[in-house]
């Protein structure tokens, strides 16, 4: 057969229906990507300003939504960089050709390239999963620029003409189609901007919202209130996350995790602030939150945001497992918007970003323990599930960690690893040499044997914990050399020996063969074996046993066989 080579071509009447139902799993993911489209437009003016390009007044740049039940449509309107005829059929025409990344290679050196969100030129049709026409009115900011109008009913084919609008900017205009009819609920349009534009750059709001306001005082000299509509802002723009730490005061980071989780009274004990840019782009906030049992963990997750879009809390796959107790935000560019599970999984950048939090989460837990030790010590029973979670699940976390998790015995006392095993290496130690940990999992139940254990001087720990059955093993494995852990209402508080006492005891090589003779000469029975144990005292110091040879030579002579 000849050879043959060609170029596999896609009809976009066909490939259209599959990009509406397959590329997002949610259909509320609309509204994410055309807000987000407002607000590179709006950066792009932005940005163009600064860099001397454009010479007219940037203005107020605020998004609006709009939500109009009778005509069955939502609005988008931008003041940002607005389209030209033109622009349209190059940006909007071409499926997956993104105007956003052709401006960020033209800009590229100007600024940091984290602005703008839009990269691969698909979100825009998105709208077609719940609009069955969208109209675009655009007027560029380009001098001389024509308003441009742009319809098309999700078919292939779209019509241009002139347009409306007399400032610059993009309004988008979304025909909801009868299966789509809960976005015209603005309760419902409300819920997707909190959930996915909370906390992007530039403002959007969202009609009104009544508020109270001081209106002098009553006849009884009461203050009196009035109510005022006031515009209904859904976002904070900017967020801790993307300021650095040094701007940053602990109640500034209090503030912004009752801004991530309104509905939390609790406060968090402690965070992360984290930003890298090399060799992935990532910046966010970890918060520890008080964990007393694991029933508690799932309330509020992680959310994971790619340029101050929300795009899940579904983090599985980027924060390593233990980590799934933390609460907080990640940002990270690098982690595409328009995510599937498997191809997260396959993601190179993805596997990076969750050593890098591990490798983050251990620095920082190991910097507070050392420069404050009564502060981590305090905070332990708090986030000791977590760490030994950690451990037990992580190995280059547990690596890490074997130098600051704490075990703590029956008097409250903390010790590390290292210094309990010095505290109770010469003095809990077994006739096999190994060094025994005894430990209580209830202390109430097991009370006579802690006080006999302590009254002998030993020392017991608290392993009452959740998770302390499977981490009494890992003590046994990565605590030291020879530990074993024994309940402390096993039996073997009675057969240790403490080191000093088997000096005591231990007869010199000398001593021990005197001694040896004295019991040979009393017992004189050739036949026997006296055995004084020199150097392990044992709980039978002398031991008189029966020549195995002698012995068989008799049995033999008994039976009379041979
Ligand atoms: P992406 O945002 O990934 O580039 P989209 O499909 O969301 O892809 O948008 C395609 C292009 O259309 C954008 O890159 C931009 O050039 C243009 N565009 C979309 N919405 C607007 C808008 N509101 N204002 C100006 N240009 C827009
Ligand atoms: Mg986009």
Known sequence: MQEEKGTISIHTENIFPVIKKFLYSDNEIFLRELVSN??????????????????????????????????????????????????????????????????????????????????????????????????????????????????????????????????????????????????????????????????????????????SEPDGEDADGKPKYKTIEVP????????AWTKSPSELTDEDYIKFYHELYPHTMDEPLFWIHLNVDYPFNLTGILYFPKVKNELEIQRNKIQLYSRQVFITDEVKDIVPEFLMLLQGVIDSPDIPLNVSRSFLQADS??????????????DKLNEIFKSDRKGFEEKWPDISLFIKYGMLSDEKFAE?????????????????????????????????????????????????????????????????????????GYVEQHGGEKIQMKRVDSDVIDKLIPKDEQIEQTLSEDESKKATEVFEKAISRPDMKVEVDALNASDLPVSVTIDEFMRRMKDMAKTGGG
């Open 400 to 472: 890490k960690a074997n130098d600051f998790c704490l075990l703590q015995n029956v008097n409250k006392e903390y010790y590390t690893f290292k210094e309990y095993y010095e505290k109770v290496k010469d003095i809990q130690v077994d006739k096999d040499g190994n060094i025994v940990y005894l430990y209580t999992q209830d202390k109430s139940l097991q009370d006579g044997y802690i006080s006999a254990a302590l009254a002998k001087g030993y020392d017991v720990l608290n392993f009452d914990g959740p998770l302390d059955t499977h981490f009494a």
């Open 349 to 362: 950048n993805v596997k990076k970003i969750n050593n890098y939090i591990t490798k983050k989460v251990a």
């Open 232 to 239: 209904n802002i859904i976002n904070i723009t900017h967020p």
């Open 38 to 211: 407002a607000v590179d437009a709006s950066q792009k003016i932005k940005r163009l300003a600064s860099l001397g390009q454009y010479n007219g007044e940037v203005g107020d740049l605020t998004i609006q939504v709009k939500v109009d039940e009778a005509a069955k449509t939502i609005t988008i309107s931008d003041n940002g960089i607005g389209m030209t005829a033109e622009e349209i059929k190059k940006y909007i025409n071409q499926i997956a050709f993104s105007g956003a990344t052709e401006f960020m290679e033209k800009f590229k050196e100007a600024n940091d390239a984290n602005e703008i969100i839009g990269r691969f030129g698909l979100g825009f049709y998105s709208a077609f999963m719940v609009a069955d026409q969208v109209e675009i009115d655009s007027l560029s900011y380009q001098e001389g620029a024509e308003p441009a109008h742009w319809v098309c009913d999700g078919s292939t084919s779209y019509e241009i003409s002139a347009g409306q609008r007399t400032t610059r900017g993009t309004d988008v205009i979304l025909h909801i189609n009868e299966e789509s009819l809960e976005f015209l609920q603005k309760q419902r349009i409300q819920q997707i901007l909190n959930k996915y534009c909370k906390f992007l750059p530039i403002p959007i709001q969202f009609g009104t919202k009544s508020e």
